[in-house]
T-cell receptor, first 112, second 112 residues
Framework: DTAVSQTPKYLVTQMGNDKSIKCEQN?????MYWYKQDSKKFLKIMFS???????INETVPNRFSPKSPDKAHLNLHINSLELGDSAVYFC???????????FGPGTRLLVL | QQQVKQSPQSLIVQKGGISIINCAYE??????FPWYQQFPGKGPALLIA?????SEKKEGRFTISFNKSAKQFSLHIMDSQPGDSATYFC???????????FGKGTTLSVSS
């Protein structure tokens, strides 16, 4: 009965590889987000997306691309991984018109 | 430019004591101010939230105090317990469906 789930929980990969992180929410929400938490625990928005609009944070490299097959899923594709991409990535969701965001358990990405 | 400033970075409190974490924001367009609690290896979870038309909100042992003119808000944890040991983040957002802008977090340790 997990509200926001992410797979995988851990991801270890080599520089230059392409990887994807999946997110699913069963809350019936229509807005989803990706946040990045760095080694100092700082949380920063990467993208927010609903069925009408993708909002891209201008500081996110275009190697990162969100893809939403439907309202319940928002995946994150990362091309040409770099050492600096190592972080914990959190998916979150909210209901339109409601500020509360619910976070997933995170995906810890380590780029070697 | 850090839009939400949080202090202290770390806090040690004895069991039964009061934990106080402070945040300040710059953007007067912010309309929603939540506090999130994060345990190691877990995603952030909403603890309590407030809007700027209210000066204080209490839920159990947790209280938010809000000073709109000073653009500051704080979290008070009464009767702090070892189970409260976690990282606490203040955040702000402009409206529903937009990004949460987080403070840098406060690591709270409650000693028994």
């Amino acid at each position: 009965d997990t509200a926001v789930s992410q797979t995988p929980k851990y991801l270890v990969t080599q520089m230059g590889n392409d990887k994807s992180i999946k997110c699913e929410q069963n809350l019936g929400h229509d807005t989803m987000y990706w946040y990045k938490q760095d080694s100092k625990k700082f949380l920063k928005i990467m993208f927010s997306y609903n069925n009408k609009e993708l909002i891209i944070n201008e500081t996110v490299p275009n190697r990162f691309s969100p893809k939403s097959p439907d309202k319940a899923h928002l995946n994150l594709h990362i091309n040409s991984l770099e050492l600096g991409d190592s972080a914990v990535y959190f998916c979150a969701s909210s209901q339109q018109g409601v500020e509360t965001q619910y976070f997933g358990p995170g995906t810890r990405l380590l780029v070697l | 430019q850090q839009q939400v400033k949080q202090s202290p970075q770390s806090l040690i409190v004895q069991k039964g004591g009061i934990s106080i974490i402070n945040c300040a924001y710059e953007n007067t367009a912010f309309d929603y101010f939540p506090w999130y609690q994060q345990f190691p290896g877990k995603g952030p979870a909403l603890l309590i939230a407030i809007r700027p038309d209210v000066s204080e909100k209490k839920e159990g042992r947790f209280t938010i105090s809000f000073n709109k003119s000073a653009k500051q808000f704080s979290l008070h944890i009464m009767d702090s317990q070892p189970g409260d040991s976690a990282t606490y983040f203040c955040a702000a957002s402009k409206r529903a469906g937009t990004a949460l802008i987080f403070g840098k977090g406060t690591t709270l340790s409650v000693s028994s």
